[in-house]
């Protein structure tokens, strides 16, 4: 058989990471502790002396451990709830729980800020019915903010990895422990719950990952007091201009977040357990009686305030103005209306954030196209080290690669510190392994007796390629596409530092929205964060409607 030999081209995957990730990377480990050519551990020794970033490394992690924990506990009923049971619905809520995962920060904290906050629909409608002068609920700028967005962000992680994991175990095994006189706590603690021990893991490293390095949720929800290691990175490369110091906190960062990931992927490895998995229209039933009615609508109840109720309230709130309910706000994003030469309107920040993900589409998919073909490739023994390469953006915080464009591409042959290119080559490196996954286990599923009977016919390798395997790729291109679009437009911790100012994206200036006083400022900053909502939500339900036969790692 004829194979169609893609030769060099296929590792041009590698030379983008190399150029792009790592000797950014290299750049950060370089000027961290050689600023000026010479071995200097004064920023190193800097983070040991001084308390206060013992401190921010001490706030980040608490905080991502009481949010890891908080987001297990939670999300487990929901998880149990879509394991377990059948319902109409089912597939639109498990598709809407998803949405928060991609929205972008900006968004999220406007969610809150429209559910939770001084002029929230809560504390509105407390005031109203306990006929209060000032809000009760005081959580703006607080560590309970933080942590509320931290489980609405994650819970989904819990319903998708746990309740997925949950949904394929055997209910035979609880049966059997009931026969024996087990009560149902104790099936479950002794039966249910070592077996979903892996998985529950595995989730919570992966929620304590996104949690430790989370970025937007802490800069506009917590304010001045509160800085994880991810704001700290930002506000000294930014803010102070300490490149160096910066540099030396992105060098922290990224070997606790390197070592989080090793023990992600350890954690993956164990879920490969010997289990007598049963399809899931086996394990699920129908709801019968009213207990389990009981059950399932606590779960949904829950389900519902935890990932929904932010999101209605931010588009109930963008269209709450003094006058009553109107469109104004909307309306007003197509207005300069402080004539300022400076100002860039949500309108033109929407199309930048729509040109960056066409060309982040663009990127992601031949780059994740080639390397799925690489990984695929039988009896390639480097396999084994490639793949865990091209997931290591996914461990990588977004503003040290950020940072890291700043510090290696400023000069000759690669001087881009003033191109906007900038921004969709971030946005890639976020994206790619998210495009790869998509696509790897379709490729390595196909069955290769296809393209060997078509290639007895006489097919060329490319309309081998065009006619076998382009239509079963289809599906997961689409969901690649969708995932490379929707993570363009929500990526704003590379884009804080990287964007030239004349061409800011719309998370960008949702920000300044926010950051500015007035209840227009604010009533826009609503109405931008739900325009870019629905298109991520749109983006993601059409994901939900093309997934490949359920496979796909995310």
């Known amino acids: 058989m004829r194979k169609w030999n893609l030769g060099w081209v296929s590792w041009t995957p590698l030379a983008f990471l190399a150029v792009f990730f790592f000797y950014p990377l290299f750049e950060i480990l370089r000027l961290s502790l050689?600023?000026?050519?010479?071995?200097?551990?004064?920023?190193?020794?800097?983070?040991?002396?001084?308390?206060?970033?013992?401190?921010?490394?001490?706030?980040?992690?608490?905080?991502?451990?009481i949010s890891t924990l908080?987001?297990?506990?939670?999300?487990?009923?929901?998880?149990?709830?879509?394991?377990?049971?059948?319902?109409?619905?089912?597939?639109?809520?498990?598709?809407?729980?998803?949405?928060?995962f991609v929205m972008p920060t900006v968004v999220v904290a406007a969610a809150f800020s429209a559910l939770l906050g001084p002029n929230g629909a809560v504390n509105r409608w407390l005031m109203q019915a306990l006929h209060l002068g000032q809000p009760p609920l005081q959580l703006q700028q607080t560590i309970w903010m933080i942590l509320l967005a931290h489980v609405f962000y994650n819970a989904t992680i819990v319903l998708r990895m746990v309740g997925g994991f949950w949904a394929n175990l055997d209910p035979?095994?609880?049966?059997?422990?009931?026969?024996?006189?087990?009560?149902?706590?104790?099936?479950?603690?002794?039966?249910?719950?070592?077996?979903?021990?892996?998985?529950?893991?595995?989730?919570?490293?992966?929620?304590?990952?996104f949690c430790f390095t989370s970025f937007g949720v802490i800069l506009i929800l917590g304010g001045p007091r509160f800085a994880t290691l991810e704001v700290e990175i930002y506000r000294q490369a930014v803010n102070l201009f300490r490149l160096p110091m910066a540099a030396a906190l992105a060098l922290v960062q990224m070997v606790l977040t390197f070592a989080i990931m090793a023990l992600y992927t350890r954690m993956q490895a164990r879920n490969v357990v010997v289990l007598n998995f049963k399809p899931q229209q086996a394990t699920?039933?129908?709801?019968?009686?009213?207990?389990?009615?009981a059950v399932v609508g606590s779960g949904i109840t829950l389900l519902f305030w935890l990932l929904l109720a932010p999101l209605a309230a931010l588009i109930v709130r963008s269209v709450s103005t003094p006058g009553g309910v109107s469109l104004a706000y909307y309306q007003a994003l197509f207005i300069n209306q402080r004539q300022s030469i400076l100002?860039?309107?949500?309108?033109?920040?929407?199309?930048?954030?729509?040109?960056?993900?066409?060309?982040?589409?663009?990127?992601?998919?031949?780059?994740?196209?080639?390397?799925?073909?690489l990984l695929a490739r039988p009896r390639l023994r480097v396999s084994a080290w490639l793949d865990p390469i091209f997931m290591l953006p996914l461990g990588a915080s977004a503003v040290t690669l950020g940072l890291g464009f700043l510090v290696a591409l400023d000069a000759p042959p690669l001087n881009?510190?003033?191109?906007?290119?900038?921004?969709?080559?971030?946005?890639?490196?976020?994206?790619?392994?998210?495009?790869?996954?998509?696509?790897?286990?379709?490729?390595?599923?196909?069955?290769?007796?296809?393209?060997?009977?078509?290639?007895?016919q006489g097919a060329s390798p490319r309309r081998v390629w065009r006619e076998v395997d382009l239509p079963m790729l289809a599906p997961a291109l689409i969901v690649g596409a969708v995932f490379a679009v929707t993570v363009s437009l929500g990526e704003f911790g590379a884009t804080a530092l990287i964007a030239r100012p004349e061409t800011p994206t719309l998370p960008l200036v949702i920000y300044r929205f926010l950051g500015q006083p007035g209840a227009q400022n604010y009533g826009q900053a609503l109405a931008a964060s739900t325009l870019l909502m629905l298109v991520c939500a749109a983006g993601f339900i059409l994901l939900e409607r093309v997934?490949?036969?359920e496979v796909g790692e995310f």
């Open 34 to 65: 050689a600023p000026e050519g010479k071995l200097d551990l004064a920023p190193l020794a800097a983070l040991v002396q001084q308390p206060y970033y013992g401190r921010v490394l001490w706030f980040t992690t608490w905080q991502a451990v």
């Open 70 to 100: 908080l987001t297990l506990a939670l999300g487990l009923p929901a998880a149990y709830v879509f394991a377990r049971y059948t319902f109409p619905g089912k597939t639109l809520l498990r598709a809407l729980s998803t949405i928060p």
């Open 172 to 209: 035979r095994l609880e049966q059997a422990a009931a026969v024996l006189g087990a009560s149902r706590w104790r099936a479950f603690r002794e039966i249910t719950l070592p077996l979903l021990l892996p998985s529950l893991t595995a989730a919570g490293l992966l929620i304590f990952l």
């Open 284 to 293: 699920q039933r129908r709801i019968r009686g009213w207990r389990q009615f």
């Open 343 to 373: 100002f860039v309107p949500p309108v033109a920040a929407m199309r930048n954030s729509l040109i960056f993900a066409l060309l982040t589409l663009a990127l992601a998919l031949i780059l994740g196209v080639l390397s799925a073909y």
């Open 416 to 456: 881009l510190r003033a191109s906007p290119l900038l921004v969709p080559l971030a946005h890639t490196l976020v994206a790619l392994p998210f495009v790869i996954r998509s696509l790897l286990p379709v490729l390595r599923g196909l069955n290769p007796h296809l393209r060997e009977a078509a290639a007895v």
């Open 547 to 549: 997934r490949y036969e």
